[in-house]
Nanobody, 117 residues
């Protein structure tokens, strides 16, 4: 079993920055991708950014050029650097771990990001 703990959310003004962190612990058996998802009130959860064990990244169109995902494999940690934040970025952000040799997902508890208007 894997546990994920996310942190770093908060309240910022438009144009501000935040860095989210998510630490994975427990029994990690093989290579894995990690990602960040977000869900705003009344909206479906969406993938924000993901990174594979080899470092390949993928971003939602809405955050390209503003957000950067990275990982530290020794620490089993994924980061999301969010710059030039907009009110529409307001959501609960969830981290995710998915085995690349399988399809089982693990989820963090979520951290609230609020960008004022």
């Amino acid at each position: 079993q894997v546990q994920l703990v996310a942190s770093g959310g908060g309240l910022v003004q438009p144009g501000g920055s935040l860095r989210l962190s998510c630490v994975a612990s427990g029994s990690i058996f093989s290579t894995y991708a990690m990602g960040w998802y977000r869900q705003a009130p009344g909206k479906q959860r969406e993938l924000v950014a993901a990174i594979t064990s080899g470092g390949s990244t993928n971003y939602a169109d809405s955050v390209k050029g503003r957000f950067t995902i990275s990982r530290d494999n020794i620490k089993n940690t994924v980061y999301l650097q969010m710059n030039s934040l907009k009110p529409e970025d307001t959501a609960v952000y969830y981290c995710n771990l998915k085995y690349e040799l399988g399809s089982y997902d693990y989820w963090g508890q979520g951290t609230q990001v609020t960008v004022s208007s």
